[in-house]
């Protein structure tokens, strides 16, 4: 292959000047002019020129396809070989720019006309198992940045001509494609027409992920907790499809949204659905006690210590007291302290490199706890009781619902410090009513326990046998579903 290189844009003779003046070639130029990474080359026996970006385009497609191809046309049938259907025809500069810029090549012949050829093909990494969704029994192919990959690894396990896909274009300068999934038949079209309309309404200059383009849907942008499941995982987005779900990708991320999504899905994980049905159902229950604990475990602990020393057995009292003889702050600045410390240490571990991050988890955790107990700055049994919830806080398969339980956390333990056991309560309720009142497109969070659905609710809970299953979620049923209940379709 010959090695393509930029040419330099010297002054050319009048002759040359004359040709290509005032045509679609120089208006392209003019309005990329300072990009360095504009690539132009000739063909001058042919009279043709190319415009194009290196780092989009497929330079051995563009060597075999196009350059070896024209140099082979004759210099009088050139116009007729770009009448192809592999060429489209530009004929304003704005639409010839933009060509450009999504990784076409623009080849311009003497007589100014231009034409474009989709070359796009830009470097892309390897499709290899998530990290953050790590499973021990299942697939263990994740998504990738390139939003076709996306798509097939979808296409091949759903092989059906019911699965849709709609494109959307939003950021103002990013211009980033969205695609939206779903199965006909299956989908509740007034959700997806809510949903469609959301994503027409958004106004933005940038998009840069899945997870920053659902806080721009969401319909409580307020509510630190998640209305929308992300995933990196083809197997959850199947599954979700076939309940009659919206799946959702946004170019340049690896990362695919779904929606409608309740409060019990993020307790969800592929594992429980590989293992036996009473493991699987013990596990999540086992996730919905370390939901609790992590919120509430440290926030007791302050309000025993604090108001209700008469809750402590009296040999536990003894011990108890002993260890908080020399600390010298009170249950709730002794709490927020070492929180506060196992936030920094989570948050160090998570942006330093992976073998560092580690060590740096494990050593800090333990040496700063030592120290600050051998220092009288904090007690035994806090340090178990900091330690038992953020144990508990990495038993969640979503790292969303993680990170709005940590912050939660801080909210309970200070109402506790403040108020007791009426507090923790207090926050409790409080709880209860924002998820009770959150919604996702306009359909309830925390379904179906608010409003109540007894049968969805025993397969959000538990992982039911197979063939125990209900048909379809309420949250997803389609109108003709609600209407006459016939349909024998199980989803996973």
């Not at 007894?454 to 125990?468: E, H, I, M, N, T």
Request: aromatic share 10%; with cysteine; proline share 4%.
């Amino acid at each position: 292959m010959r090695r393509i290189k930029q040419i330099k844009r010297s002054p050319k003779s009048a002759r040359s000047r004359n040709k290509w003046s005032n045509t679609l070639f120089q208006s392209a130029l003019q309005t990329l002019d300072n990009c360095a990474d504009l690539k132009q080359y000739s063909l001058m026996n042919k009279d043709l020129q190319f415009l194009y970006f290196e780092h989009l385009i497929d330079e051995e497609a563009l060597e075999r396809e196009i350059l070896a191809r024209l140099e082979l046309v004759s210099t009088e049938q050139v116009t007729t070989y770009l009448k192809n259907a592999q060429y489209e025809h530009i004929e304003t500069s704005e639409n010839l720019v933009e060509k450009i810029m999504e990784g076409y090549v623009a080849v311009f012949y003497r007589n100014g006309r231009a034409w474009v050829t989709d070359m796009y093909g830009p470097e892309v990494r390897s499709i290899r198992p998530s990290e953050t969704e790590t499973t021990i029994v299942g697939n263990h192919d994740a998504f990738i940045e390139s939003l076709y990959t996306n798509l097939s690894l979808v296409r091949r396990r759903l092989k059906t001509p019911k699965l849709k896909v709609l494109l959307f274009e939003v950021g103002e300068i990013s211009r980033s494609e969205i695609a939206l999934l779903y199965i006909d038949g299956l989908v509740d079209e007034d959700l997806l027409q809510k949903l469609v309309g959301k994503i027409k309404n958004v106004e933005i200059d940038i998009v840069i992920d899945s997870p920053m383009f659902v806080q721009l849907i969401d319909d409580h942008p307020y509510s630190f907790f998640p209305q929308f499941l992300t995933t990196e995982r083809p197997d959850i987005v199947i599954s979700n499809l076939s309940q009659g779900k919206i799946a959702g990708f946004v170019e340049n991320s690896p990362v695919s949204f779904i929606s409608p999504t309740n409060f019990f899905d993020f307790f969800h994980s592929p594992d429980d659905m590989s293992q036996r049905w009473l493991v699987g159902s013990a596990t999540r229950l086992m996730r919905l006690l370390a939901f609790f604990i992590t919120l509430t475990f440290t926030a007791f602990y302050v309000a025993v210590t604090t108001f209700h020393y008469e809750m402590i057995p009296q040999s536990l009292l003894i011990s108890l007291a002993e260890s908080r003889n020399r600390v010298p702050f009170s249950p709730l600045i002794e709490a927020l302290m070492m929180e506060v410390t196992i936030e920094l240490l989570r948050e160090a571990g998570a942006r330093l490199p992976t073998k560092i991050g580690q060590t740096i988890g494990i050593v800090g955790g333990i040496v700063i706890g030592q120290a600050a107990v051998q220092a009288g700055l904090v007690s035994n049994t806090l340090i178990i009781a900091v330690a038992i919830s953020a144990i508990s806080s990495f038993v969640m398969p979503s790292y969303m619902l993680s990170a709005a339980l940590r912050i939660a956390r801080f909210g309970f333990i200070l109402l506790a410090g403040v108020l007791g056991n009426f507090g923790l309560v207090l926050g409790i309720t409080l709880l209860l009513i924002h998820l009770s009142t959150l919604s996702n497109i306009s359909t309830p969070y925390f379904n179906p326990l608010v409003p109540l659905h007894p049968k969805d609710l025993a397969s959000a809970v538990l992982r039911l046998p197979y063939w125990q299953y209900s048909e379809r979620t309420t949250q997803a049923l389609t109108r003709n579903k609600r209407n006459n209940k016939t349909s024998g379709r199980r989803y996973v």
